[in-house]
């Protein structure tokens, strides 16, 4: 997953159509970001970028703690069961 402030890129095999409205969570080391997205565009079987729309204000520390980190272990651990 490759992942920034704004958004975020998933790899699948069944990205959803561009415009598609999602609620994702993102696990990394006990810590959790929930967030609505939306998927700014698609690549048949390959994936999907997201866009994220509105992170809660408890959660955006997390987001800016794994960012600070890029240069360690980033985020792998996709929820899907939200957007499956």
């Known amino acids: 997953m490759n ?3 704004g958004g975020c890129y998933i790899r699948t095999r069944r990205p959803f159509s ?4 999602l609620v994702i969570e993102i696990k990394n080391n006990g810590a ?3 967030t609505d997205a939306k998927v700014a565009y698609d690549i048949e079987s390959d994936g999907m ?3 994220f729309l509105n992170i ?4 955006l ?4 703690r794994w960012l600070a980190s890029a240069g ?3 985020p792998a651990e996709t ?3 939200e957007i499956e």
């Open 79 to 81: 929820s899907r069961e």
């Open 72 to 74: 360690g272990e980033r």
């Open 18 to 21: 561009r415009g598609t409205l």
């Open 61 to 64: 520390p997390i987001l800016e």
């Open 32 to 34: 959790r970001l929930r």
């Open 49 to 51: 970028g997201l866009s």
């Open 3 to 5: 992942l920034s402030k």
């Open 56 to 59: 809660p204000a408890k959660e």
